[in-house]
C-alpha cells in the first residue's frame, strides 16, 4: 500500500532531524537534496504565478466581479495582518522577553553583512515594474502580481476572438505549470530530508539558550495566531470545523514548516486547495498566489515583536504614537517580504527606521536574531500559508462554491 504524501513528508521530517542529530557530519551528503528539491519549485514559480494570474484574472471576466473578489481577498489579507500584529503586540508587551538580555559579543552576526531592504514607499513603488519581462527574469514577484492581473485584465477588454485566444493559451499554460508542479511534488519527501537535516545541523544552541524568552514569545504569539484566531476566522465565515481545513492541508503546512517559503510551497498549496477542498481555480489562481507574497500574518507579527524586544533590550520606552507606527509600517513590511527564507527578519529594519531605532545597538541585535531565525522562519511561514489556504476557502464560499472537503493529501 502506498503512503499518502503527507505521511511520507512526516516520516522524511523525522528521519532527516535523527540524521542530523547522529550523523552530523554527513549532513552535506544529504543537503543537496533539500537544494535540488528548492531549485525545482523555484524553478516553476514564476510562470506558474504569471500563467495562474492571468488565466484567472480574464476568467473571472468582468470588472466587477474582479473588483467584488479583489476588494474581499484586501478584506481578509488586511484584518488577519492586524490581528496578528495585536497579537504579536500583545505578548511581547506581556512577557517582556527584552528585558535583561546580555548576548556575548562573538555570537553576534554582524548586521552589515544583511541586505537591508529599501523604504516603505520604495517598496510601494517598485510594485510597478519598469520592464515586466526584467521583473520575470528577476523573481520579484510583487511586480510580477501587479503585471499579470492588469494584464489578465486588458484580456477580458478585447474583442472575442482575441479574448479567447489568449484565454485558451493562458488556460492551457497554466495546465501545463500544474502537471509540471504535480510530478515536482513528489519529490517532497526526499527534499525535505535534505531541508531538515541542514537546518537541524546549522543550529547554534548556545545562541538559542540565550534568546529563549525571545523565542518562546514569538513562538506563543504564532501558536495563538495559529490555533485560536485562524480557525475561528475560518468557523465564523464558512460555518464549519477548521479541523476539517487543518487535515485537509496538512501536508502543505508540513512543507512550508520544512522549506520556510510561502513562495516554494504555494504549487503545493495551490494543488491541495483545489483537489482536496474543491476551490476553483477561479478563486485558488487569483488568492493564493498574491496570498503567498503580499499576506503574510505570521510575518506581521514577528515584525511587531521583533522590533518591541529590540526595543526593550535596549531599554527604549515606546509612546503609543511610535506603537502605531511600527504597527502601520509591520503591516507593510510583511507585504514586501518576499515569500523565501529570512526574508521577514530583513524587513525589520524597515519597522526599526520608522520608528528611529537605528543605532548600532539594535543593529547587532538584529544580527542575534538571525542566530536563531531558521526555527521561528519556519513557523511563521506555516502561519503565512495557512492563512492563505483560510482566505482562499472563506472567499470561495463566499463566492457561492461548495467545499468539499477530503481529508489527506493524496
Ligand atoms: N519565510 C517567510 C515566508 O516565506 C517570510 C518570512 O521570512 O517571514 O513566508
Redesign the pocket.
Known amino acids: 500500500m502506498k503512503l499518502k504524501l503527507h505521511w511520507q513528508i512526516f516520516i522524511a521530517m523525522g528521519a532527516g532531524t535523527a540524521f542530523a542529530l547522529l550523523f552530523p557530519e554527513q549532513v552535506p551528503y544529504i543537503a543537496p537534496l533539500g537544494v535540488i528539491f528548492m531549485r525545482l519549485l523555484r524553478m516553476v514559480i514564476v510562470p506558474l504565478i504569471m500563467t495562474s494570474i492571468i488565466s484567472g484574472v480574464a476568467g473571472i471576466g468582468d470588472s466587477r466581479s474582479l473588483g467584488r473578489l479583489g476588494g474581499k481577498t484586501f478584506a481578509y489579507y488586511a484584518t488577519t495582518s492586524m490581528l496578528a500584529i495585536l497579537i504579536g503586540l500583545s505578548v511581547t508587551n506581556l512577557i517582556q522577553p527584552g528585558a535583561g538580555v546580555e548576548i556575548a559579543q562573538e555570537q553576534r552576526i554582524h548586521p552589515d553583512d544583511l541586505e537591508k531592504p529599501g523604504s516603505v514607499s520604495d517598496i510601494l513603488l517598485r510594485i510597478i515594474p519598469l520592464n515586466p519581462i526584467g521583473a520575470a527574469a528577476e523573481g520579484d514577484v510583487l511586480s510580477i502580481i501587479f503585471f499579470s492581473i492588469i494584464f489578465g485584465f486588458a484580456i477580458t477588454r478585447l474583442p472575442d476572438k482575441h479574448s479567447k485566444t489568449l484565454q485558451n493559451f493562458f488556460n492551457a499554460a497554466f495546465s501545463a505549470m500544474m502537471t509540471l508542479t504535480t510530478s515536482l511534488i513528489k519529490l517532497a519527501p526526499l527534499g525535505v530530508l535534505g531541508l531538515i537535516a541542514n537546518a537541524v545541523a546549522g543550529m547554534g544552541f548556545d545562541l538559542f539558550a540565550a534568546v529563549g524568552k525571545y523565542m518562546l514569545t514569538i513562538t506563543i504569539g504564532l501558536s495563538i495566531h495559529f490555533l485560536i484566531v485562524l480557525p475561528a476566522m475560518f468557523y465564523l465565515f464558512t460555518k464549519r470545523n477548521p479541523l476539517v481545513h487543518y487535515r485537509a492541508l496538512a501536508s502543505v503546512m508540513v512543507f512550508a514548516f520544512s522549506s520556510?517559503?510561502?513562495?516554494a510551497t504555494l504549487p503545493l498549496t495551490m494543488k491541495t486547495m483545489e483537489n482536496n477542498v474543491g476551490v476553483s481555480n477561479k478563486v485558488s489562481s487569483f488568492v493564493l498566489p498574491m496570498g503567498a507574497t503580499v499576506n503574510?500574518d505570521?510575518?506581521a507579527l514577528?515584525e511587531m515583536a521583533g522590533v518591541l524586544f529590540i526595543a526593550q533590550a535596549l531599554g527604549i520606552d515606546l509612546t503609543l504614537t511610535q506603537q502605531i507606527i511600527m504597527a502601520v509600517t509591520a503591516l507593510l513590511a510583511s507585504v514586501g517580504?518576499a515569500?523565501?527564507?529570512?526574508?521577514?527578519?530583513v524587513m525589520i529594519f524597515i519597522v526599526l527606521e520608522a520608528v528611529n531605532i537605528t543605532t548600532p545597538a539594535a543593529y547587532a541585535m538584529v544580527g542575534v536574531m538571525l542566530g536563531v531565525d531558521r526555527p521561528l522562519?519556519m513557523f511563521?511561514?506555516v502561519v503565512?500559508?495557512t492563512s492563505d489556504s483560510i482566505g482562499a476557502a472563506i472567499i470561495a464560499q463566499s463566492e457561492g462554491e461548495q467545499l468539499t472537503y477530503k481529508s489527506t493529501a493524496k
Request: glycine content about 10%; cysteine-free.
Open positions: 520556510s517559503s510561502s513562495a503574510m505570521g510575518t514577528y517580504a515569500a523565501v527564507p529570512s526574508a521577514g527578519l522562519d511563521r511561514t503565512n500559508v
